[in-house]
């Protein structure tokens, strides 16, 4: 008898007939005799129409207030979904995260979990009952509801898979796993098998919709076997696990992009020990995460012009810090926010060596410049004009052989 997590987001239980057939995938699961643990999200668009009525009140909500109203999309699926299993004859009872306890810290709106209470759910489960926990939420030691940020039920359903220790995770989504590219950008897209969580990870960080970046970081450090697979698909998913399970016979596993980002260029700085550490200490102090990075000195090495990337949405005030920053000595300040990140990401790459003049040269061949470059053991980014996008994630697509 096997131990799972089942964990549905938004999309799956989206609408009361979309809870109906997700009770429905519930009850063949638990009749294969299965003891089941369902963490659910609330019902697509439910959270952001809680923020628009926050925002209404104040645009500077109280964060611990902001916990309390949003944590309630969880509670009205979760208790619709328990509803809909004991419709069907399901034993079933609801838990939300304050009830198990889900102990976390006190980070209103981005809590980690602590600790989770496990005697009164494994003991509702061994007896043949399915245990229907609220995602994205937890509690403090103070007694005050925390939810865990964008993304939290799927975070909820790895953290509990680990102190329930849970044969498996399965993710349901409105997708049948994860594709070597986004379907939507390039109709040529091939749904993966099998990837390895570091691969999971940095497709995550790097602009794939379909996990949050620290949920996987959280099943890799556990060792905990995910599947995400469709809600709406008897097809199997695709599984997120160690690299010693893949048989790796592609360079490239997977194309990710984003379209979030910003290039900022100050030039003309002078050049001398600390520059770089004046440039973004004030960002790091102000929460601004710096991604690419390239510096060029002048030919009297007295100069040098400094370009970086960070999110769009802080380029506003990157420009406003570096503008009011005294310990600065340049030129000019230049910034373009029109830009993409695309991104090859594959294990298969680090013994095989070539593959960045492969990817550079087939851009080259497609006319589509390079703005910047970074790059890790498995993974090469380029900066490229946002209108090259489609074209850079087609053209690596092809040129790696996963059309």
Known sequence: ???????????????????????????????????????????????????????????????????VLLSAGEQISCSLLTGALIEIDVRARSWMGWQIPILTDENHTTSQIIKIKTEEVLNFISNRGVAVIAGFQGVTKNSRITT?????????????????????????????????????MHKKAKKINKISYEEMLEMASLGARVMQPISVQDSMVNNIPVEVRSTFSKKKGTIITSESEINYNKLVTGIAYSKNDAKVTLVGVIDRPGIAANIFQPLGINNINIDMV????????????????????????????????????????????????????????????????????????AKINILAISTSEIKISVLVNEKKTQKAVRTLHKTFKLD
């Open 1 to 67: 008898m096997k131990k799972l997590t089942l964990k549905f987001g938004g999309t799956s239980v989206g609408s009361i007939e979309k809870i109906k057939k997700v009770a429905k995938i519930i009850k063949k699961r638990h009749q294969e005799g299965n003891n089941i643990i369902v963490v659910v999200s609330a019902m697509s668009g439910a959270t952001n129409e809680l923020l628009k009525k926050s925002n209404l009140i104040s645009k500077k909500f109280d964060n611990k207030e902001l916990d």
């Open 148 to 184: 865990l940020g964008r993304g939290g039920s799927d975070l909820s359903a790895v953290v509990i898979s680990k102190f329930f220790q849970t044969d498996s995770c399965e993710i349901y989504t409105d997708v049948e796993g994860v594709y070597t590219t986004d379907p939507s």
């Open 294 to 365: 390239i510096q060029n000195t002048s030919s009297d090495k007295k100069k040098t012009d400094v370009t970086f990337t960070i999110k769009r949405a802080d380029l506003a005030k990157t420009l406003r810090l570096i503008k009011n920053n005294k310990n600065l000595n340049y030129k000019k300040i230049m910034h373009d926010d029109r830009v993409s990140k695309v991104s090859i990401i594959g294990a298969g790459m680090i013994a095989n060596p070539g593959v960045t003049y492969k990817m550079f040269r087939s851009l080259a061949d």
